[in-house]
């Protein structure tokens, strides 16, 4: 395998889980946002991408995105909330701040893993440019 190739798919692993930390960041800011009587409260979002392939082998994360999750929000009883409904409750994100948490490890992680991969394809390609002299 080309060192390059090495390069360019740890990059966009890099890149991914740069995407998830975003994703984890924006819910933790949120979790305690209401919805207003006007519109609709935060939902959860999460990073999503394809495989890239070409010709039958991996060649990294494709498309990347953040999407909404489908979760209906968690009703909160509060009927002193300026943002209450008629019956008193006040919608809130579905934010599960240990969830949260949990993935901002292992996109962590993974970052760490990817940085690894990107640290020891330099030493081999240094290596090699030392033979090669």
């Known amino acids: 395998m080309d060192y390059l190739q090495v390069f360019d798919i740890s990059g966009s692993g890099l890149d991914f889980q740069k995407l998830r930390l975003q994703a984890v960041a924006t ?55 300026p943002h209450a409904n008629a019956d008193g409750y006040v919608e809130m994100p579905a934010i599960n701040p240990v969830d949260e948490m949990t993935s901002m490890m292992l996109a962590t992680r993974a970052y760490e893993a990817n940085v690894s991969v990107l640290s020891a394809a330099k030493t081999m390609a240094l290596k090699a440019l030392e033979i090669g002299s």
């Open 27 to 81: 819910n933790l800011a949120n979790v305690y946002s209401t919805s207003s009587k006007a519109g609709a409260a935060f939902k959860p979002l999460m990073a999503v991408a394809t495989a890239e392939q070409s010709g039958g082998s991996l060649r990294g994360v494709g498309d990347m995105q953040l999407v909404e999750r489908d979760v209906e929000p968690r009703l909160k009883y509060d009927p002193a909330h």
